[in-house]
Every structure is written in structure tokens, then in C-alpha cells.
């Protein structure tokens, strides 16, 4: 699993670095360059639940393997889009490149199937740190890869895309060929449950259920949410805005591998303290890092170097949110209904996120980057006070 964290987070960060940069020039729009961020995010949102549904039926491989095959055949299309040079070809592929993301997200929970109690936090930030080699590389493999791909014939700025699509078959690889035994499977026989997952319209139903009876969990997903949407708007626009401050791709790839760093570096470290400490408590500790975040991002103007201090506080707050939330998702429901309502929440972050994206594009073409951090910093801001709120209110 961890193998394919590594290689997976490769083909997602080499077309995360330069997918709203290539929509921009093509475009010729810095509002539809943030259909890129959203095109990826919403792909994400789409397979989350198809993911979850083979997850159910036929364990975590078959899962993780639906989700890398649609990504590879998104970096694909988009290698066909830039040679074309049609943008909304592109906004397709990119679609289908979300399927990377889903797949990383989804192997994250692969980790907790066979956790011991009080330990899921750690296990599945384990499996998000080894998104860490591949994810800190991939920017910076973006312009190696461009002269290579223009070596080969390709069009400039379509190597990297085909970097991915070999970096997402290897993936596939690995997932076939060595995740045994499954862990939701084995999890599954050990806890006496024989499940073969609910049934395709079924499988909404049972985690709306599931979410309207756990007040716990419903937190959780919301927190993810909140974390995501404020990642994925700032970090989506920040490429095109250091490109229009002249930024080189050298020095976006930087930037966006210390971002990266931020998300999953200290992740074992955010989930030894999520397990000890207590999730809500590393929750709020998010929301705090991500109001930092977005005041640096909004009053950079242009200074690099705050930029990039903005982009790595805010992948710690993105690391906080989703590794102690998504261990609070897992412990509050019961193993039988986990793929249900893990997938309902990576398709409702990821929706979230794609709004966010779209919202984070318009108000950075018409208003700027500065309001664009002061706009995720009420949001996050709002959503602590509202968890610290609703847990003391809660407390006997």
C-alpha cells in the first residue's frame, strides 16, 4: 500500500504543479484556469462513490484499482488535449485524473480496516506520509519531464502528463500484484461480518444513515470537508498567481513540493497526536493553521517567500483536518457500513472542494489573491468556533 502511495502521488503532483497553468495558456483566462483545480477535484468527487461501491463488494484492491485506471486514462486524454491545444479537452481528462486523488484518499482508510482500537489515527497517517516521497518529487519532476515528453515529439507541457499516466501503471501494479491479503476482506472475516457491500442504489441510503445516527461522525465529515475546500481553493490558484508574478515553473514546482511537504510530512506526527490528545483537539488545531494560512496567503502581494511559508501552513492544516476527521469517520461507525460512509465523505470533501475551486478562480480574476485568503480565512475561522462550540455544548 504504501508502494503505491509513493508511485500514485507522483502522477498526481506532476499534473497538480501545472494543470491550471497549462488551462491558463490555452485559455487565455485566469478564471477558467481554475477549472483545472475544480476539473481534478470534482473527478475525485465522481469515483469516490464507485470507488467505495467496488471497495464494498470486492475489497480495497478492487476499489484502488477502479480509481487508478480511470486517472491513467485521464493523463492520457489530457497528453492528447495539449497536443491539441484544446483546453475543455483537457478540463475532461483532467476529470479523470481525479481518479488519483480518489485512490489516494481511499487507501488511506485501507490502513484502519485491521487497527487496533485507539490506534487509527497513527495507521492511517502511515499510509498519507507515504504520499510524501512521490508528492514532494512530482513538482519538481514537471520540467524533466516536459523536455523529455518535447524530445519524444510531444508538445511542451504534455511530457508530464504522460510522466503521470506511467506513474499511475505502476500504481496499478503494485495494488494487483501485492496488496494480499486484502485488509477489508480479512477485516471483515475476523469481525464475523460477511458482507459483499450494498447494492448500487443502496449504498447513499446506508451512509446517510449511518451519518444521521452519529452525531460524531457527522462533525468529522464536516471538518474534512471545511480542511479540503480551504486547501484545494488556495493551492489551485496559487500557481497561476506566481506564473502572472513571473515565477519560472522551478520556482512554482518549489513552491508546491513544500506545500506537499506540509500535507504529508508530519502526518505520523499529527496522528500519534490525534490518538493521544483526541481528534476534535487536532481539529481545531487545523482550522487555526489554515486561518494562518490564508492571512499570509492574502497579504503576500509578492513575496515569495510568504507565499510559500502560506503554502506549507496550509498543507499542515489540510494534515490535521483529514487524519484525525477521517479516524473520527472510521472509530464512529461500525466495520459493515465503513466503505458507505468513508465514500460519502470523500465525495462530499471533494464536491466541496470543487465549488471552492470555482468560487477561489472567479474571485481571484475579479478581486485578487489577497481576497481570496481573506474570504477561506472567515470560513475556516467559522467552522472552529462552530466545533468548539457544538463540543462543549455536548460535554456532560
Known amino acids: 500500500m504504501s508502494a503505491a502511495q509513493i508511485v500514485g502521488g507522483v502522477g498526481v503532483a506532476v499534473g497538480l504543479a501545472l494543470s491550471s497553468v497549462v488551462v491558463d495558456e490555452l485559455s487565455g483566462s485566469t478564471v477558467i484556469s481554475g477549472f483545472a483545480g475544480t476539473a481534478t477535484v470534482l473527478g475525485a468527487a465522481l469515483l469516490a462513490l464507485p470507488t467505495a461501491k467496488a471497495s464494498g463488494r470486492g475489497g480495497r484492491r478492487a476499489g484502488l ?19 491539441l491545444g484544446t483546453w475543455p479537452l483537457l478540463l475532461a481528462g483532467l476529470v479523470l485524473v481525479g481518479g488519483g486523488s480518489a ?4 487507501a488511506r482508510y485501507a490502513a484502519t480496516d485491521l487497527s487496533p482500537k485507539g490506534r487509527s489515527a497513527r495507521h492511517l497517517s502511515l499510509v498519507v506520509w507515504a504520499s510524501t516521497i512521490g508528492s514532494v518529487a512530482g513538482p519538481n519532476l514537471a520540467k524533466p519531464a516536459d523536455q523529455i515528453g518535447m524530445r519524444l515529439g510531444l508538445v511542451e507541457k504534455a511530457g508530464p502528463f504522460a510522466f503521470a499516466a506511467l506513474a499511475f ?19 471483515r472475516d475476523l469481525n464475523g461480518t460477511h458482507h459483499p457491500g450494498p447494492g448500487r442504489d443502496r449504498t447513499i441510503r446506508i451512509a446517510w ?30 500557481p497561476v498567481k506566481l506564473h502572472h508574478d513571473g515565477a519560472n515553473l522551478d520556482v512554482i514546482g518549489i513552491v508546491i513540493s513544500l506545500h506537499i511537504a506540509g500535507m504529508y510530512v508530519l502526518s505520523p506526527v499529527v496522528g500519534w497526536l490525534a490518538d493521544r490528545a483526541g481528534k476534535v483537539p487536532v481539529l481545531v488545531l487545523g482550522m487555526a493553521l489554515l486561518l494562518a494560512a490564508a492571512t499570509l496567503a492574502g497579504t503576500a502581494g509578492h513575496r515569495v517567500w510568504q507565499v510559500t511559508a502560506a503554502l ?16 473520527l469517520v472510521t472509530e464512529s461507525v461500525p466495520i459493515d457500513r465503513r466503505p458507505s460512509v468513508q465514500g460519502l465523505s470523500d465525495l462530499l470533501m471533494n464536491v466541496c472542494g470543487a465549488t471552492g475551486t470555482i468560487v477561489a478562480g472567479a474571485i481571484v480574476g475579479w478581486l485578487g489573491y489577497g481576497m481570496l485568503g481573506l474570504v477561506v480565512g472567515l470560513m475556516v475561522t467559522v467552522t472552529g468556533l462552530w466545533l468548539v462550540t457544538v463540543r462543549h455544548r455536548t460535554q456532560p
Request: hydrophobic share 60%; glycine share 10%; charged share 5%.
Open 103 to 106: 485512490g489516494g484518499l481511499a
Open 209 to 238: 444513515q449511518t451519518l444521521r445516527d452519529t452525531p460524531m461522525a457527522r462533525r468529522a465529515l464536516v471538518m474534512i470537508a471545511v480542511s479540503h475546500t480551504a486547501m484545494v481553493s488556495v493551492m489551485s490558484m496559487t
Open 312 to 327: 506549507t501552513l496550509l498543507g499542515l492544516g489540510w494534515s490535521c483536518g483529514l487524519v484525525a476527521g477521517s479516524a
Open 65 to 83: 484499482t477502479l480509481a487508478y485506471v480511470a486517472a491513467l486514462a485521464g493523463c492520457a486524454i489530457s497528453v492528447v488535449a495539449i497536443n
Open 169 to 187: 501503471a505502476l500504481a496499478l501494479v503494485v495494488i494487483l500484484g501485492f496488496l494480499r491479503p486484502d485488509p477489508l476482506t480479512l477485516a
